[in-house]
């Protein structure tokens, strides 16, 4: 019933940036709240940041804090992750979800594909 794309990821060098973007469709998307999480070979899906479905709300993990700033345009029914000051840790799959504002990844009910970050040395 709700379909989420992630496009932007590629690879970047350690203090570039990238902005990632989730496209979705389907079910009213401002009825939403969004996150954005990640999961690097062999670890456990990692919550990044969550916004409320009127955007007067964001969260974001201590890993990230300072560097990545979630955003959405809900009459582009769309939502970003403005990643700044990426290091090689930050490398990982990237994921958009749909569902309520939370700090865990696993109560998101709809998940796009994932998009590759590979930030280098």
């Known amino acids: 019933q709700v379909q989420l794309v992630e496009s932007g990821g590629g690879l970047v060098q350690a203090g570039g940036s990238l902005r990632l973007s989730c496209a979705t469709s389907g079910r009213t998307f401002s009825n939403y709240d969004m996150g954005w999480s990640r999961q690097a070979p062999g670890k456990e899906r990692e919550f990044v940041a969550t916004?409320?479905?009127?955007?007067?709300?964001?969260a974001s993990a201590d890993s990230v804090k300072g560097r990545f700033t979630i955003a959405r345009d809900n009459a582009k029914s769309a939502v970003y992750l403005q990643m700044n000051s990426l290091k090689p840790e930050d490398t990982a799959v990237y994921y958009c979800?749909?569902?309520?504002?939370?700090?865990?990844?696993?109560?998101?009910?709809?998940w796009g594909q994932g998009t590759q970050v590979t930030v280098s040395s």
């Open positions: 979800a749909a569902g309520s504002y939370s700090r865990t990844p696993r109560t998101y009910p709809y």
């Open positions: 916004i409320s479905w009127s955007g007067d709300m964001t």
